[in-house]
C-alpha cells in the first residue's frame, strides 16, 4: 500500500458516505458535529462554517473542492501523489487548510494519540507487550507481532462504533479498514521512534551506572554519602526504564541491579541475617557503609535505597476488579471557595490570625532558582547573607484561600480534596495547612482560644485543644524526594522533624521503637512521609475486603503486626498526594479508607481528579 499520512487518510475516508463526521462515535470523539466542510448556499463568504467556525465559508469551499479533486483521482497511487503535491494555487490553499486543521486538533484537542494508545494497551499491544512476547530488546516489525490482527478490530469499533462493520456482520468495510491500518502502521512507527530513543537512554544509564560503580568500588575509594547518594539515584531513573521491558536479559539485568541494591540496604542497616548477600558486595563499599553507620550518616543512603527499591515494585498492579457504578453528575461541581472571594490578602492573613502576613514556623527568605538545600549550613548562610538574590516566601492569595479553607473544614470535622492544576502550588498549602494547626495547638495553651477567624470556634464540636497527634503525609515513590525538598525549602530548620516511611513491613520491625521516638519535636511537628506502597503493605498485614467493595476488616494477623503498622497510631492529619491513584477499590484505596478513622482530618491532593464513579472519593 502506497504510504498515507492520518490526514490524507482521513480526507480520503471522506468519500464514504457519511464517514466518519456524522458517525456519533466520531463525533463524541473529536466534538465535530458533522462534515467540517460543509456549508450553506446563502452564506457570505467570511461567515464562519456551521460545523467547524475555525474555518470561514470560503476556506470550508476550498477544502470540499480539494477533497473532490482528491476522491476524483483514478486510484490511490494518484491519490497519494496529490496529496504530497504542491502544484495549483486553490488545491494548495485547501490542502493548506486541511492539513492545519487535522494538526492542531488531532492531538491537542481530540486527543487521539492517547485514544489509540489505551486501545493497543487495552488489546496487549504496547511496545513493551510486544518485546515481550518475543523476548527481543527491539520493537519488531508490526507484521512479526501479527499487530493487525490483534489491534485492527478494537480500533475500528473504539472510532467508529457499530458504524465501522458492514451492516449486521462483522467485517470492517473497507474504507475504514483502509484508515484504521494507516492509524496503525503511524502509531507503530511513533513507538518505534520512542523506544529508539528510550532504549538509546537505557543503554547510556547503564554504562554510565557501569563507570560509577568501578569508580566507587576500586581499591583504594573511599565513597563518601553523596557519592553514594548520586550512584543509587542513577540507578533508580534507569530501573525505571527497566521495568518497562520483559525480555529474559533485561529481566536478567534487573534481578542483578535489585539483588546489588539490596545488599547495599543490608550493609548499611548492619543486618547480621544477610551476611551472605552483604559479602558480595565489593570491600570498598561494604567498608564505606560500615563506617557511615557507624558514624550516623547511613540515614539518608537508607532512605535512597529503599526508594529505589520500591521504584522496582511498581505500585497499582494488585487492583481488585470492581464493577462500575453511575457516572459522576458533575453539573453541580464548584470551585469550593465562591464565599470568600470578596476577600483581599490583608482579610486572608487576618481570618489565619497573622497579621504580621507571615505563616508560623516559614522560611522568612527563599531561593528562586531552588538552588540550594535550605537545612544545611551552606543553605542557612545564603538565605542570610544573599539580600541580591533571595526573594521573601510569601503565599498567593489563591493559596492562603486553599489553606483557610482547609482549616475550615478541619475544625468542622469534614475531609477536603485539593484539585488545583500542575504548579499551581498544593504543596505549599498543605504544608502551610499543618503549621497552623501546630500554631493553633500552641496558641490555645496560652490563650484558652484559638486565633483569627476561628476564636470562637471548637475543634470538631469539642472543648479543648487541638490533639498532639503527627502528620502523615502519603504520597507516590517517586515525589518522596520531591517533598523532603519542599518541605525544607518552606519550614524553618529545626521546626519539624520528617520521617520517611517506606519499603515493607518486613524491614521496619523496630522503626515505631528505635528511629520515630528519637525526635524531640512535640508530635504535633512530627511528619512522616509515607509513601503508597509502604501503607499499602501496612494494610495488608492487618487488614482484609470488608463484606461491601472497598470496606475493610481486621484479618488473622491484626493483632500481631497492629503496632508495627501506621495504623497502630493516631494522626492530626492524613494528607494524600496523588489521591486519583486510590480511585478503584485497590489495596491502597482500602488501606486509605482505614486510615480515614485514625486521622482527625483527611485531605487528598490531585492535579488530576477522576470522576469517572462514585467509588473516587474522600
Not at 457519511?18 to 466542510?37: A, N
Not at 477533497?67 to 504530497?84: F, G, I, P, T, Y
Not at 504542491?86 to 490542502?95: K, P, S, T, V
Not at 479498514?177 to 523506544?195: D, K, Q
Request: glycine share 6%.
Amino acid at each position: 500500500m502506497p504510504t498515507l499520512s492520518i490526514s490524507g487518510a482521513l480526507l480520503l475516508l471522506g468519500t464514504t458516505e457519511g464517514l466518519p463526521w456524522t458517525v456519533v462515535t466520531w463525533q463524541t470523539l473529536t466534538g465535530i458535529p458533522g462534515v467540517p466542510w460543509f456549508t450553506t448556499a446563502d452564506a457570505a463568504e467570511n461567515a464562519p462554517a456551521p460545523n467547524w467556525n475555525g474555518w470561514t465559508t470560503r476556506k470550508a469551499k476550498m477544502v470540499r473542492a480539494y477533497a473532490e479533486s482528491l476522491w476524483n483521482c483514478r486510484n490511490l497511487d494518484a491519490q497519494v501523489k496529490m496529496l504530497k503535491s504542491r502544484d495549483g494555487e486553490n488545491q494548495q490553499a485547501g490542502r493548506i487548510a486541511w492539513r492545519e486543521f487535522i494538526d492542531s486538533n488531532w492531538t491537542r484537542v481530540w486527543k487521539m494519540p492517547k485514544v489509540i494508545d489505551q486501545v493497543f494497551k487495552d488489546s496487549g499491544c504496547t511496545p513493551y507487550d510486544a518485546m515481550a512476547e518475543l523476548d527481543v530488546k527491539q520493537l519488531p516489525h508490526a507484521d512479526d507481532f501479527m499487530l493487525s490482527a490483534k489491534v485492527l478490530r478494537p480500533l475500528a469499533t473504539r472510532l467508529f462504533g457499530r458504524d465501522a462493520f458492514v451492516k449486521t456482520s462483522q467485517t470492517i468495510k473497507p474504507q475504514v479498514r483502509r484508515f484504521v491500518e494507516v492509524v496503525i502502521a503511524n502509531t507503530w512507527n511513533r513507538y518505534r521512534r520512542n523506544s529508539s530513543l528510550e532504549m538509546k537512554k537505557m543503554e547510556d544509564g547503564k554504562a554510565e551506572i557501569a563507570t560509577m560503580w568501578s569508580e566507587l568500588s576500586k581499591p583504594g575509594a573511599s565513597p563518601t554519602v553523596a557519592q553514594l547518594k548520586k550512584y543509587i539515584a542513577l540507578v533508580q531513573r534507569v530501573m525505571r526504564i527497566m521495568t518497562l521491558y520483559k525480555d529474559s536479559g533485561t529481566l536478567h539485568e534487573f534481578q542483578d541491579k535489585k539483588r546489588e541494591l539490596e545488599a547495599m540496604l543490608a550493609s548499611a542497616r548492619q543486618d547480621d541475617t544477610e551476611q551472605g548477600l552483604i559479602e558480595k558486595l565489593p570491600k570498598v563499599i561494604r567498608d564505606a557503609l560500615d563506617k557511615l553507620a557507624k558514624e550516623f550518616q547511613v540515614r539518608d543512603i537508607e532512605r535512597a535505597l529503599m526508594a529505589a527499591l520500591e521504584t522496582m515494585s511498581p505500585e497499582g498492579e494488585d487492583q481488585v476488579e470492581i464493577p462500575e457504578g453511575e457516572a459522576v453528575d458533575l453539573s453541580n461541581w464548584r470551585e469550593g471557595v465562591e464565599d470568600l472571594r470578596h476577600l483581599s490578602e490583608d482579610q486572608l492573613w487576618q481570618q489565619l490570625g497573622f497579621e504580621e502576613r507571615r505563616l508560623p514556623f516559614f522560611q522568612e527568605w527563599t531561593d528562586p532558582e531552588a538552588g540550594i538545600e535550605p537545612w544545611s549550613e551552606e543553605g542557612e548562610e545564603w538565605l542570610a547573607t544573599q539580600v541580591d538574590y533571595r526573594r521573601p516566601l510569601v503565599p498567593r492569595w489563591h493559596q492562603l484561600v486553599g489553606i483557610l479553607r482547609m482549616l475550615q473544614r478541619a475544625f468542622d470535622n469534614q475531609p477536603i480534596m485539593l484539585m488545583d492544576g500542575v504548579g499551581i502550588g498544593k504543596t505549599l498549602q498543605a504544608i502551610g495547612f499543618i503549621v497552623c494547626l501546630a500554631y493553633y495547638r500552641s496558641y490555645f495553651n496560652s490563650h484558652a482560644r484559638f486565633p483569627g477567624h476561628f476564636r470562637s470556634k471548637t475543634w470538631q464540636g469539642k472543648a479543648g485543644n487541638i490533639p498532639d497527634f503527627p502528620v502523615i503525609i502519603i504520597c507516590p515513590v517517586n515525589l518522596q524526594d520531591q517533598w523532603v525538598r519542599e518541605m525544607h525549602r518552606f519550614l524553618r530548620k529545626g521546626t519539624f522533624d520528617i520521617f520517611p516511611y517506606v519499603g515493607k513491613l518486613v524491614t521496619r520491625s523496630t522503626w515505631w521503637k528505635a528511629g520515630y521516638p528519637q525526635s524531640h519535636q512535640p508530635a504535633n511537628r512530627r511528619i512522616i512521609l509515607a509513601v503508597h506502597s509502604a501503607v499499602q503493605d501496612d494494610g495488608v498485614a492487618v487488614f482484609e475486603e470488608g463484606d461491601t467493595p472497598g470496606s475493610v476488616k481486621n484479618n488473622a494477623t491484626h493483632a500481631l503486626y497492629l503496632n508495627q503498622t501506621v495504623f497502630g497510631y493516631k494522626y492530626s492529619v492524613c494528607i494524600v498526594d496523588e489521591a486519583h491513584q486510590a480511585r478503584k477499590h485497590n489495596k491502597l484505596h482500602m488501606a486509605l479508607r482505614a486510615m480515614g478513622s485514625r486521622s482527625s482530618m483527611m485531605v487528598a491532593l490531585t492535579a488530576t481528579p477522576v470522576t469517572t464513579n462514585p467509588q473516587a472519593r474522600v
